[in-house]
């Protein structure tokens, strides 16, 4: 039985508007799950109501086989780690650590020693643990709020994201520590972002949200390498995934720039789609191409470049280690086992292997 499960859980607000719509999810324990999805698709909403912050219109909740719906926030034992951090400023670093043991009545001496022990975790040294939160760094800030939760020893621990106040650098140093902390304590962590790149690496299951619905779920490299829909095939991958228009008819996909055989759709006929493929699936070739680019510019990252080009009126990205200085038009090669078709009625994947 999983750790958590979330069965079709929907939440409408008193005038009408539905923020999720029949919600299932199980975690397993020791799960690092990340909700993923565009402002407004109902992630944040979602955390709240598993925290028990929010209410849930229908559906229900169960955690170590207990059902939680109706259980105050408190009585569920679930740890939340805020955007904003949600710190007492008037406290010190050291009890707002300790805040959530001494609400629960618990003895000064285990309050010290989980205080103590998790500000280590985190890194706090004494002399921060008096200071005041406004006397901090935003990522010290965010230090505190994690050893906060890490103080709490919660059955769950949520995360709503936490690391979007932070520079680019500090972010990337926080999602290491906080991988780190879940690997070594084996906590289960169900964590918000709107950031692919923290879904893509700290998470042993993605859930993508859009507009309330969930679109898919499963491992980070099955999703970004076999999306469901054409919104998690996009909302994954930088650069966004090439999407080409044309038509499949008997096994072949045809546009008015080229053709290529897909044995395995022989038997759909005349139907439309868009063929989608990474960058890092095309190539520049000299001979045997695909297809004929016009090259728009060229982004130059170092160890590899990507080439933003056109074909026909369809913007095309191509990751090369080529010199692609002063070139208008090159050619270009796909690795056709790395396509996928999706139905432009639909929007849903097309998999040639289940037909």
């Given at each position: 039985?999983?750790?958590?499960?979330?069965?079709?859980?929907?939440?409408?607000y008193?005038?009408?508007?539905?923020?999720?719509?029949?919600?299932?999810?199980?975690?397993?324990?020791?799960?690092?799950?990340?909700?993923?999805?565009?402002?407004?698709?109902g992630?944040?909403?979602?955390?709240?109501?598993?925290?028990?912050?929010?209410?849930?219109?229908?559906?229900e909740m169960?955690?170590?086989?207990?059902?939680?719906?109706?259980?105050?926030?408190?009585e569920r034992?679930?740890?939340?780690?805020?955007?904003?951090?949600?710190?007492?400023p008037?406290?010190?670093?050291y009890?707002?650590?300790?805040?959530?043991?001494?609400?629960?009545?618990?003895?000064?001496?285990?309050?010290?020693?989980k205080?103590?022990?998790?500000?280590?975790?985190?890194?706090?040294?004494?002399?921060?643990?008096?200071?005041?939160?406004?006397?901090?760094?935003?990522?010290?800030?965010?230090?505190?709020?994690?050893?906060?939760?890490?103080?709490?020893?919660?059955?769950?621990?949520l995360m709503?994201?936490?690391?979007?106040?932070?520079?680019?650098?500090?972010?990337?140093?926080?999602?290491?520590?906080?991988i780190?902390?879940?690997?070594?304590?084996n906590?289960?962590?169900?964590?918000?972002?709107?950031?692919?790149?923290?879904?893509?690496?700290?998470?042993?299951?993605?859930?993508i949200?859009?507009?309330?619905?969930?679109?898919?779920v499963?491992?980070?490299?099955y999703?970004?390498?076999?999306?469901?829909?054409?919104?998690?095939?996009?909302?994954?991958?930088?650069?966004?995934?090439?999407?080409i228009?044309?038509?499949?008819d008997?096994?072949?996909?045809?546009?008015?720039?080229?053709?290529?055989?897909?044995?395995?759709?022989?038997?759909?006929?005349?139907?439309?789609?868009?063929?989608?493929?990474?960058?890092?699936?095309l190539?520049?070739v000299?001979?045997?191409?695909?297809?004929t680019?016009?090259?728009?510019?060229?982004?130059?990252l170092?160890?590899?470049?990507?080439v933003?080009a056109y074909?026909?009126?369809?913007?095309?990205?191509?990751?090369?280690k080529?010199?692609?200085?002063?070139?208008?038009?090159?050619?270009?090669?796909?690795?056709?086992?790395?396509?996928?078709?999706?139905?432009?009625?639909?929007s849903?994947?097309?998999?040639?292997?289940?037909?």
């Amino acid at each position: 039985m999983s750790y958590l499960t979330i069965k079709h859980v929907d939440k409408v607000y008193p005038n009408g508007f539905c923020a999720v719509k029949d919600f299932n999810l199980e975690v397993d324990e020791h799960d690092f799950v990340v909700i993923v999805g565009p402002s407004g698709c109902g992630k944040s909403t979602m955390l709240r109501m598993i925290s028990g912050l929010e209410s849930i219109t229908s559906g229900e909740m169960i955690l170590e086989g207990k059902k939680i719906n109706e259980l105050s926030p408190k009585e569920r034992d679930i740890a939340m780690v805020f955007q904003n951090y949600a710190l007492y400023p008037h406290l010190s670093v050291y009890d707002n650590i300790g805040f959530s043991l001494l609400v629960r009545k618990k003895n000064r001496r285990l309050i010290h020693e989980k205080v103590m022990n998790a500000s280590r975790i985190v890194e706090i040294d004494d002399h921060q643990l008096k200071r005041k939160p406004g006397q901090l760094s935003g990522g010290q800030r965010q230090r505190v709020a994690l050893g906060r939760t890490i103080a709490r020893e919660a059955k769950l621990f949520l995360m709503d994201e936490p690391l979007s106040n932070l520079d680019a650098k500090l972010r990337g140093d926080m999602r290491v520590e906080i991988i780190e902390l879940w690997r070594k304590y084996n906590q289960t962590i169900i964590y918000v972002s709107h950031d692919q790149i923290e879904a893509m690496t700290m998470a042993t299951k993605i859930v993508i949200m859009n507009k309330g619905v969930i679109e898919q779920v499963g491992a980070p490299n099955y999703v970004y390498n076999h999306p469901e829909t054409l919104f998690a095939a996009t909302f994954l991958g930088t650069p966004q995934i090439n999407l080409i228009s044309g038509k499949l008819d008997n096994g072949h996909f045809i546009n008015e720039y080229f053709s290529i055989e897909l044995p395995e759709y022989k038997n759909i006929n005349n139907m439309e789609v868009l063929l989608g493929i990474r960058s890092e699936n095309l190539s520049v070739v000299k001979e045997h191409e695909d297809f004929t680019v016009k090259v728009d510019y060229v982004e130059y990252l170092g160890s590899k470049s990507i080439v933003h080009a056109y074909l026909g009126e369809t913007i095309i990205a191509v990751n090369t280690k080529e010199n692609m200085k002063d070139i208008e038009e090159c050619k270009v090669k796909m690795n056709i086992s790395k396509i996928i078709l999706f139905d432009k009625e639909t929007s849903k994947a097309i998999r040639g292997d289940e037909l």
